[in-house]
């Protein structure tokens, strides 16, 4: 499988569709991606706010700190331009944020997980919000929304926390003579994960993977650097893409820090860890 990292600049942003046969990939900043999947453009999780736009998340590591902790690659415009959906996977303040409500044309469509977050983004003036199920069809392409598991089962057996996690999902992508995409969201490693890895057989996997952590929790909300190695021993096949790192309080795990991981642990064939701006192409 031939895969190439490279680096985007303004002026391929805006150029950036793809073949229908291709899958371009372009990291935003933390969990927002830019995706060309089959020639139709997604917005995945956007968080647009500039550096430092809000405090830092109550009861986290380095809760003093603001977010997000750097500014966009690109200017909002470049972002959002040719942008045909956006996908929310769940409503957290760093994957929908003020900025995302104010920028983004509120005729776009927008996918989400279930009612509760349809009417939340419906609330804030979007008028074209559509809910995925296990098999969506928009352009050509089936969505599926897949499950996961925003924290431990020791932290979502704290009433008050379980609310603060709240849902959240992961989204397949399938199309015709094109690679499967699986965006795993903001979860841990669980028994979910390994099913739509056995089910669904995704050949690209996108891990939230910077080890977000909760104070008085020893465990992360999400994924970090040895689920990026369990992804690569149980999808084969996979190129492996890590992101949301290096850009809000509670996330521990950085870029530098997981490429030193990977090569270590010799799985850098196959794992990917893009810098916000660059677009990988597959």
Not at 160 to 165: G, P, V
């Amino acid at each position: 499988m031939k895969t190439n990292l490279t680096l985007a600049n303004k002026t391929s942003n805006l150029n950036f569709k793809s073949n229908t046969n291709q899958v371009l990939i372009q990291q935003i900043r933390n969990a927002t991606l830019k995706i060309s999947y089959a020639g139709t453009i997604f917005l995945i999780d956007p968080m647009l706010a500039p550096k430092g736009a809000y405090p830092g998340f109550e009861e986290t590591y380095r809760s003093e700190l603001r977010n997000p902790l750097i500014d966009l690659p690109y200017t909002i415009s470049e972002i959002i331009k040719d942008v045909d959906a956006i996908i929310v996977t769940h409503t957290h303040l760093d994957h929908w944020d003020d900025a995302a409500q104010e920028f983004i044309p509120k005729h776009i469509p927008l996918f989400v997980q279930n009612e509760q977050d349809a009417d939340l983004i419906r609330s804030q003036g979007f008028i074209n919000i559509k809910i995925l199920d296990n098999n969506t069809l928009f352009n050509n392409i089936h969505l599926s929304k897949v499950g996961g598991q925003h924290g431990t089962d020791t932290m979502y057996a704290v009433p008050d926390l379980a609310k603060r996690l709240g849902d959240t999902m992961g989204v397949i992508f399938q199309g015709k003579d094109i690679k499967t995409l699986y965006i795993a969201g903001d979860t841990i490693w669980c028994d979910e994960t390994t099913r739509v890895i056995g089910n669904y057989k995704p050949e690209i996997i996108i891990l939230n993977t910077g080890y977000a952590r909760l104070k008085n929790f020893d465990k992360s909300i999400i994924m970090g650097k040895d689920d990026v190695k369990h992804a690569y021993q149980t999808a084969t096949n996979a190129i492996i893409i890590a992101t949301h790192m290096d850009a809000v309080n509670h996330a521990m795990l950085t870029r530098k820090e997981l490429h030193e991981y990977i090569t270590k642990d010799g799985i850098d064939d196959r794992v990917l860890v893009p810098n916000d701006g660059e677009t990988i192409k597959i």
